[in-house]
């Protein structure tokens, strides 16, 4: 795990050691440049596998091909004795050897289908001065990229890669400028997707992407992509389930490999627990998990955890988060880069903050609810999509009727409600935390752009659309920064490409069910406490609504009303003004002014106006 630097024709060492210097935290223990005409390669190192050897950038024997690589090819030990039997000599055991190597024997395509991993890397070709840059298919670890003007020849011009946006500017050639053409969609749906940020002119590369540089010219290639449900692919409930349980099962053990001390992220939900589940069988000393829990509010997790924890007999360690924790707020939003309204980057920060003083790589369950289907919000739109086949006038005013009705009830009436026949535009809205006439207040002009930018119109499953937007540009985007922040690696099995692949295959009434998560469910029920299989999903956030009703509303009135504040300069001030004093009367929209609170940091963190 490590942070990397590429620079194309943009500057050597003098450049590229202050962008490694900001992005220290992702790799303490080591860092690395090399050099070569057009090139310039940095990698700040956070060592895993090979502690002592693993140093980067590594090069063959012969100084012909060098990469740099943040994140890890689980498969390398495979991946290494096949390259040896092909007569190539490691100079050591490090990962990061395998790409070298692989690219001599394979080529950069096949090399790409055999990974098995999370990465982003660089590796540059001398004898035919090429340079590829990749990133994995599921958009795990992150890369960022600038082209920068002046200068250089052919199409591509000159071009700085990196996997912190903080790297890039601190390049003399960029500068931080606000996308304004993404405000809105990052207001409505709380972070941009796609290849923009909200940070003009610099971009993401997508996951699946292979970058291939040469003489200034630029290729862009998507080597991957999950496959779509098979309608003759039909296995039984049960069949489905042991395949879902080997794959796991070998999911975790390749993300078992290190060299240094690894734990879990415990919530106690059904996802985490599988996890920490099969690394319990799987290890012969106990579980070292990790919990967070909050002072307030539906959402702490911490008994869940315990449940867990007693019954396969973990090292267990908890961190309660309070409103005091919102002091953090600086930190969360100065690592996320891009100003991520998803309020649980605080804990996430917190918990790896606690897990990293006893372990330095710590399994999660992410991905498992796109995968799986244990969103509430699908289930819903399974609804509303029945709903839709008879004329709306029969069954809208009934639910009208019953939307004021307290608890779930009518939390499920005024979601039906207003739910909008185009299934990505639905599921949009239900993530923004906002109803559309609060969002047209707070961004006036807004006009189709946002939901345009989430894909609504298509006729895509909102789940596999999550699994390209939300789940790579806020869920991973989140638990990579938060966790590389105090120098912790997170590893994401759930997110094996075979696992996906496999799931991605199967019929909807096989993959999901009403409870959610079906599948998942009858893979593991045998082997995790009963309590956990029957949880249903609960959301993972601080006690947003209380908070904003007391002193964190207070400091967010105070920063919108400052002088040249986000608010000012890019919103409507009494439409942000005007959701507060709904919040204080009403309730139910800390999450959207959570949101707006990590904007205004997030302004005042990156471009600092006076």
């Not at 009518?410 to 299934?423: M, N, W, Y």
Request: aromatic letters at 8%; one cysteine or more; charged letters at 25%.
């Amino acid at each position: 795990m490590c942070g990397i630097v590429v620079l194309y024709r943009a500057g050597g060492k003098n450049i590229v050691d202050p962008m490694l210097e900001v992005i220290r935290h992702r790799g303490p223990d080591d860092v690395g440049v090399f050099e070569s005409g057009d090139v310039c390669l940095g990698v700040r190192r956070l060592a895993i596998i090979d502690v002592a050897g693993g140093h980067q950038p590594i090069s063959s024997e012969d100084g012909s091909v060098t990469a740099i690589l943040n994140g890890e090819i689980y498969n390398y030990p495979e991946l290494r004795a096949h390259l040896i039997e092909s007569g190539h000599r490691f100079a050591s055991h490090s990962d990061t050897e395998v790409i070298v190597h692989g690219l001599e024997e394979w080529g950069i395509a096949n090399l790409l289908g055999r990974l098995t991993g999370m990465f982003a890397f660089a590796v540059w070709h001398e004898p035919s001065r090429r340079l590829h840059i990749a990133r994995d298919r599921l958009g795990i670890k992150p890369l960022y990229w600038v082209r920068l003007t002046g200068g250089g020849g052919g199409r591509g011009g000159r071009l700085a890669f990196a996997s912190e946006i903080k790297a890039l500017l601190q390049h003399p050639e960029v500068s931080a400028e606000v996308n304004t053409d993404r405000i809105a969609e990052q207001v409505a749906n709380r972070f941009v997707t796609g290849e923009e940020t909200l940070f003009r002119g610099i971009r993401r590369v997508p996951p699946a992407t292979r970058v291939d540089i040469a003489d200034g010219t630029i290729t862009e290639t998507t080597y991957w992509s999950p496959p779509d449900p098979d309608p003759s692919f039909r296995p039984s409930l049960e069949e489905a389930a042991g395949e879902v349980h080997r794959l796991m099962k070998d999911a975790i053990r390749y993300r078992l490999v290190s060299d240094v001390p690894v734990g879990a992220l415990l919530s106690g939900g059904l996802d985490s627990t599988v996890v920490v589940t099969q690394m319990a069988d799987l290890l012969s000393t106990p579980v070292k998990t990790f919990t967070v829990g909050f002072d307030g509010g539906p959402s702490d997790e911490r008994p869940y955890a315990r449940i867990v924890s007693q019954e396969l007999g973990t090292d267990h360690t908890e961190e309660l988060v309070t409103l005091e924790a919102t002091d953090e707020i600086e930190d969360v939003v100065w690592h996320l880069d891009e100003p991520l309204g998803d309020a649980a980057a605080l804990p996430t920060l917190l918990i790896s903050r606690v897990a990293r003083q006893s372990v330095t790589v710590a399994l999660t369950g992410e991905g498992a609810d796109e995968l799986f289907g244990g969103y509430p919000r699908y289930r819903l739109s399974a609804v509303a999509d029945r709903l839709y086949r008879v004329p709306q006038v029969v069954w809208q005013p009934l639910l009208m009727l019953a939307s004021p009705l307290p608890g779930a009830v009518g939390h499920v009436a005024r979601r039906l409600a207003s739910a909008q026949s185009d299934r990505l535009l639905r599921n949009s809205i239900w993530m923004s935390g906002l109803t559309p006439n609060e969002l047209r207040d707070i961004c006036p002009g807004i006009g189709a752009a946002w939901p345009t930018a989430y894909g609504c119109g298509s006729d895509i499953a909102p789940w596999r659309e999550d699994m390209r937007r939300w789940l790579v540009d806020d869920v991973l985007l989140k638990v990579d920064k938060m966790s590389m922040a105090t120098s912790l690696e997170a590893r994401v099995p759930f997110l094996d490409h075979q696992l996906v692949e496999f799931v991605s295959k199967l019929p909807e009434d096989i993959r999901t069910a009403w409870l959610g998560k079906k599948l998942l469910r009858k893979a593991f029920e045998a082997e995790i406490p009963f309590q956990t299989v029957r949880r249903r999903k609960a959301p993972f956030k601080p006690p947003l609504d209380q908070w904003f009703l007391g002193s964190l509303g207070d400091r967010l009135e105070a920063l919108v009303s400052e002088n040249r504040s986000f608010a000012t300069e890019f919103l409507s001030l009494t439409g942000v003004r005007d959701l507060l004093n709904t919040h204080r009367s009403k309730g139910g929209r800390g999450l959207a002014l959570w949101s707006l609170f990590v904007l205004e940091v997030w302004w005042r963190k990156f471009f600092n106006p006076s």
